[in-house]
């Protein structure tokens, strides 16, 4: 690839997963306005359905998010009585969140969301699987790496 072509938009690959991403997030909108969530609280909902009670500390793990943040969308679920937020009693210092039996109940409600989602993308289920599985190498990738800083001209792995 030569250099102008490296500074194609179409070669930039953080270009085509924000836009990749910010189509998925339009296709999974108007399936989450159906539990009145939106996408962040919807994933916050997940971490809650699969794991069960845990600190704000463990969601923001999980949801590689920090507590100021993930803060705001806890409240808001709080608002919305799909979770109950209290202090630890063996530390303070610690906030824990519990689904309410409102939250609970609406895992029912979410099943059909990623069946859904995967059918409108067009893909079969074979090819979800295997961007997924690339999508997940990707971020392993990048979540080992410190610094990769290159030499001008030097793209010779490009």
């Not at 009145?36 to 994933?43: D, K, M, S």
Request: glycine residues 6%; contains cysteine; charged residues 25%.
């Amino acid at each position: 690839m030569n250099r102008d072509e490296l500074l194609r938009l179409d070669n930039q690959l953080c270009f085509l997963l924000y836009a990749a991403s910010r189509m998925i997030a339009g296709l999974y909108r108007p399936l989450l306005d159906k539990l009145g969530i939106t996408y962040p609280q919807y994933l916050v909902m997940l971490v809650l359905w699969e794991h069960g009670d845990l600190s704000v500390g463990e969601i923001g793990t999980r949801l590689h998010l920090d507590s100021g943040t993930l803060t705001p969308l806890l409240k808001r679920l709080e608002k919305q009585e799909l979770i109950q937020r209290s202090r630890s009693l063996e530390d303070e210092r610690r906030v824990m969140i519990r689904l309410t039996d409102t939250g609970a109940a609406m895992k029912a409600s979410a099943y059909s969301i990623p069946e859904t989602l995967i059918c409108n993308t067009g893909m079969s289920m074979a090819q979800y699987r295997t961007l997924k599985g690339e999508l997940g190498k990707l971020f392993d990738q990048l979540k080992q790496v410190k610094s990769c800083a290159k030499e001008p001209g030097n793209h010779e792995n490009l």
